[in-house]
């Protein structure tokens, strides 16, 4: 088993009434390694009781299943938060907050900052206040609407400078249903993970030193759970495909396979294949290898034969090669992500859950 590298979060909003399938989404989401809420005060509600009412709910929830949460909070709607919290809070303060605010705020409970905000002369004034930066994050935003996202290299190069401060960092991938309105067009940080199969949009930030993955809007979809669940713990990454016909369905999903420890430029090359016991591999549907595309080597790449490949790139076809079947389109953004040793299971794409 591996060790969890970022913690995991999703969203509910206050709108929102807690019901029978909201706690049924808690349970599901903590079995699936999700470790944090989050949600906003910043909800526009005829009664105002509705917001305390519904935050009392979601921290008694949250710490029924041991979920901490993180609130986004502006000073006017600081009376909202309930009294006596026990649960483990962390609050989001808007802009509008001093650095004295900040100093005496997270000498109660950790803070987290808006990362766009914070500059030199922001971090200069903490300082001087003598703000624990150890007790602070820096929190990005996401973009509801299309366009507006954060720009990669900016982002990378403001997310290394806020960690060479000791901050830790988070970001928003979008979900994939029941999308947020108005706008339903995704709740991301960056730009260009609008649109990204939300699993390689985790492992991107994980690779650029995000310390927490939110996300933004207020549902997963439970074939994406088990996906975050089985790459993160298990370190399996789970693709789901198209075969050409079911021959080859049972060799495919026989087993876990992995990536070989020198990986290859142009393909994934299954080390475990060519290991199992096979008859003669007669050519067949030798056809152009497009990207995602799931390939064996047929009797005539002599002792090649029997290797599976997943092609990274479009390639041509090759009468020693035999196309198999196709990463689905969906899941295409997670072959650029497989690594050298990467474990890898092949998952047939009917069997995925709404």
């Known amino acids: 088993m591996g060790v969890l590298i970022v913690m995991l979060g999703f969203s509910y909003y206050l709108n929102d009434p807690i019901d029978s399938e909201t706690e049924k989404y808690f349970k599901s989401m903590s079995e699936h390694t999700f470790r944090e809420v989050f949600t906003s005060l910043h909800i526009p509600e005829d009664d105002p009781r509705i917001k305390t009412t519904r935050m009392k709910d979601l921290m008694k929830l949250s710490e029924y299943y041991g979920l901490s949460v993180v609130v986004d909070v502006d000073k006017s709607s600081l009376s909202y938060l309930p009294q006596n919290i026990s649960s483990k809070l962390t609050l989001r303060l808007d802009d509008g907050f001093t650095p004295e605010d900040i100093k005496n705020i997270s000498t109660e409970m950790p803070v987290a900052l808006n990362a766009s905000t914070i500059d030199k002369t922001l971090y200069q004034q903490l300082q001087e206040s003598n703000v624990e930066i150890n007790n602070i994050e820096a929190w990005h935003n996401f973009y509801p609407r299309p366009e507006t996202g954060l720009d990669d290299n900016w982002f990378k190069s403001k997310n290394q400078w806020l960690k060479s401060l000791g901050f830790k960092t988070q970001a928003f991938i979008p979900g994939d249903k029941h999308l947020r309105g108005p706008i339903h067009s995704g709740l991301p940080t960056l730009e260009s993970q609008r649109d990204k199969n939300l699993l390689a949009s985790s492992i991107e930030l994980d690779k650029l030193g995000i310390d927490k993955v939110i996300i933004g809007d207020p549902y997963l979809s439970v074939d994406y759970r088990k996906k975050f669940k089985e790459y993160y713990?298990?370190?399996t990454l789970s693709l789901n495909y198209c075969p050409i016909d079911d021959s080859n369905r049972e060799r495919l999903e026989r087993m876990t396979y992995s990536n070989r420890p020198d990986p290859a430029r142009d393909v994934v090359r299954i080390k475990e294949s060519r290991m199992l016991k096979l008859a003669s591999i007669t050519p067949q549907n030798t056809v152009e290898r497009t990207k995602g595309s799931i390939t064996t080597d047929n009797k005539r790449y002599g002792r090649y034969m029997g290797e599976i490949q997943i092609a990274k790139r479009n390639l041509p076809n090759d009468d020693r090669i035999n196309v198999?079947?196709?990463?689905?389109?969906?899941?295409?953004?997670?072959?650029?992500?497989?690594?050298?040793?990467?474990?890898?299971?092949?998952?047939?794409?009917?069997?995925m859950e709404n």
């Open 233 to 235: 713990i298990q370190k």
């Open 324 to 351: 198999l079947g196709h990463i689905s389109k969906s899941d295409l953004d997670l072959i650029d992500l497989i690594g050298p040793n990467q474990k890898i299971k092949f998952n047939y794409f009917e069997r």
